[in-house]
């Protein structure tokens, strides 16, 4: 049989032992959902978003109707694509299901990853304002616009929604008929 001191120091150490594992697992678990596969509409708290299309925006400074133009360099019309960068835009639609006003901030919630790593490319601009919330039942529609090398679309691209905690992946539909770089995307 064990002293009373043993027992004792046996409980405090099962008692650490405990709390050790019960730390680890509770700051190694994830702080969002899994994440799912890209498909044309999610849903994250009430809140339905659907990306319409993609497009390359045209940012050739045209001079005169017989000549191409040419992209105006960010150094002479500050807000530009910078070096070989072009702009997209993604067609946005952002639908409230629920019977409450939710807060929405498009442009920090969306993100475009793309290229070999998947690399996080935050909007440049977008023409969804200051919309701080969506009240019940309504639906916004507005474009944001990323900056990026066309080849950074030749691998894999998908908009990252985050809303919280959770994080989903939505379709990247490009508008090939737009006469932009004819990429398509569905991750």
């Not at 993604?90 to 006003?101: K, M």
């Not at 690399?119 to 944001?144: C, H, W, Y």
């Not at 989903?168 to 991750?187: E, F, I, K, N, V």
Request: overall charge negative.
């Amino acid at each position: 049989m064990c002293s009373p001191r043993t027992r004792i120091v046996l409980v405090v150490l099962a008692a650490l032992a405990l709390a050790v594992v019960g730390g680890v697992q509770l700051f190694a678990a994830p702080n969002s959902e899994p994440m799912v596969e890209a498909g044309p509409v999610a849903t994250m708290d009430s809140l339905t978003t659907q990306v319409e299309t993609a497009t390359w925006t045209e940012m050739d400074h045209d001079m005169s109707g017989t000549t191409p133009g040419y992209q105006m360099p960010a150094g002479m019309m500050p807000g530009m694509p910078e070096g070989d960068d072009q702009r997209l835009a993604v067609q946005v639609t952002v639908t409230n299901t629920s019977s409450g006003t939710r807060p929405m901030r498009p442009a920090e919630e969306f993100t475009l990853r793309a290229g070999k790593d998947g690399r996080s490319i935050p909007a440049q601009t977008d023409t969804f304002s200051e919309l701080p919330r969506l009240p019940a039942g309504n639906a916004v529609k507005g474009i944001l616009f990323f900056d990026l090398p066309p080849a950074d679309l030749a691998e894999s691209a998908w908009i990252e929604w985050k809303r919280g905690d959770k994080i989903t992946r939505l379709a990247l539909p490009m508008d090939t008929a737009s006469g932009g770089h004819g990429h398509s995307h569905g991750q």
